[in-house]
């Protein structure tokens, strides 16, 4: 696939982050917990900070969702099927989506399985879809993906206890031959290939906590570039939990490959 790109597409927001030498318990006066040590603006989303971790990692890749001209604004429209058909798709070897206006994702998802049809093998766009929000509609983007990233909500909502019962337990509403991965925080991460069979990574926690924020993000990033390149499913599941591991480890993303 040469030089081709990594689309990802979704969200990008305004992440305004407190730093506290006490996380506040819930429902308690913030009074409590102390002060603010310090604050931070970053740019977030978690389709934006895929794309900030697959550069990290030297990926050529690209981002597509809705930007402001300034560093504050209010109801910008997601991508829709519309903006989608302006896209090259010549110029791309992998397209993930960060589930949203599903229904919308659907349809450009059809472009690319209508792209893929008539192109070889080799030159075959992958898709994949995050589904992280326990929202009805984006559960119809299961079958949709070739690879399939569900989040521990979404498992728990539906009942499962483990990354490993999710996986079973979804595996019928995916398209033939996709693989489907679960994360469980602390627990690492779960993946089922078209084999069916199951496979674990335990997580890296970092020495110290820091930050969370973007962990997912940052673990379905260091997936998809390892199967971009050609790795196995296990090396993608472990290379992941580690990466987001050390992500955990540091403020924001500056660090997270030293």
Known sequence: MGDKKILSIGLVCLDIINVVDKYPEE?????????????RWQRGGNASNTCTVLSLLGAPCAFMGSLAPGPVAENLPDVSVEDFSKVDLSHYKWIHWEGRNADEQVKMIERVREHNSKQQEKNRITISVEIEKTREPLYQLFPLGDLVFVSKDVAQQFGFTSAAAALKGFCGRLRKGATLICAWAEKGADAMGPDGVIIHS???????????????DTFIASVIYTLSNGGSLQDALTFGCQIAGKKCGVHGYDGILL
């Open 27 to 39: 429902d308690t006066d913030t009074s409590l917990f102390g002060r603010c040590l310090s604050q």
């Open 202 to 216: 335990d997580a890296f926690p970092p020495e110290k906590l820091l930050d969370t924020l973007g962990a997912g």
